[in-house]
């Protein structure tokens, strides 16, 4: 009886959501439509607990493709909603239903073992990467590794430390000056100064755009 109730403590839970669909356009005659995907987890398989990313239907297609070739078909994947050839950015009933069948699929995705420990899904659930850098990334074939690129999602608005003393390391590399303490932190505090004068002038601009892209919001009851 203890046994039964040690191994129910011990469950790990992954919840992930699929929601918000949003118009993106390309240019005046191509547009698409991206989803928010919110994951919640105490699971120790995710670097972070809690995570938002948004991706279009395309980056899901290429999602199952490169799990399955990587799972070298030991088993079948759950299948994505079908890619409708009439689809509408307009109907909301289209949207949402695909939105259901994607947050379905990726529900069985995230409690199969195998797969999570696949990095490009670890990087397509917790990057804002593009499937191309989740490949390079993936592959090693990048100045950061995997873990970095996911705890890097959530930086919006600075640098983090460790990027800002890499700056000031990489500006000193060729420096013969005995006592560079001082002039790292005077370069640290320039780079921060720096970062706070332009987040300050380009505040409204980011606001105007924030509004922009809500005007595309589309709301599903």
């Known amino acids: 009886m203890r046994e039964g109730t040690d191994n129910s403590a011990s469950e790990q839970v992954v919840s992930v959501w699929v929601r918000d ?3 993106q356009k390309n240019d005046f005659w191509h547009a698409y439509i991206d989803y928010e995907i919110c994951l919640h987890t105490d699971s120790v398989c995710f670097t972070k607990k809690v995570s938002t990313v948004r991706r279009r239907y395309s980056e899901f297609v290429w999602l199952r493709q490169k799990l399955q070739a990587n799972s070298q078909l030991m ?3 759950p299948e994505l909603p079908g890619k409708n050839p009439f689809f509408s950015l307009n109907s909301a009933r289209q949207i ?4 259901t069948g ?6 069985q995705i995230v409690h199969n073992p195998l797969l999570l420990s696949d990095s490009c899904l670890h990087l397509f659930l917790q990057s804002k990467l593009s499937v191309s850098k989740i490949k390079a990334c993936a592959a090693g074939r990048t100045h ?5 690129a996911v ?8 640098h983090s430390l460790d990027d800002l003393q890499k700056i000031c390391c990489d500006s000193d590399s060729d420096s013969s ?3 560079p303490q ?9 780079a921060s100064a720096a970062s706070l004068d332009f987040m300050g002038s380009s505040q409204g601009n980011l606001s105007a755009a924030h509004l922009t892209l809500h005007e595309n919001t589309i709301l599903i009851p």
Do not use: N, T, Y
């Open 182 to 190: 001082k002039k790292d932190l005077e370069i640290k505090k320039a």
């Open 96 to 99: 949402s239903e695909r939105m």
């Open 144 to 148: 950061f590794s995997v873990a970095q």
């Open 151 to 158: 705890e890097r999602c959530g930086l919006r608005r600075f």
């Open 75 to 77: 088993f079948h994947l």
């Open 21 to 23: 669909p949003r118009i």
């Open 102 to 107: 994607l947050q379905g699929f990726l529900k």
């Open 177 to 179: 000056d005995p006592e």
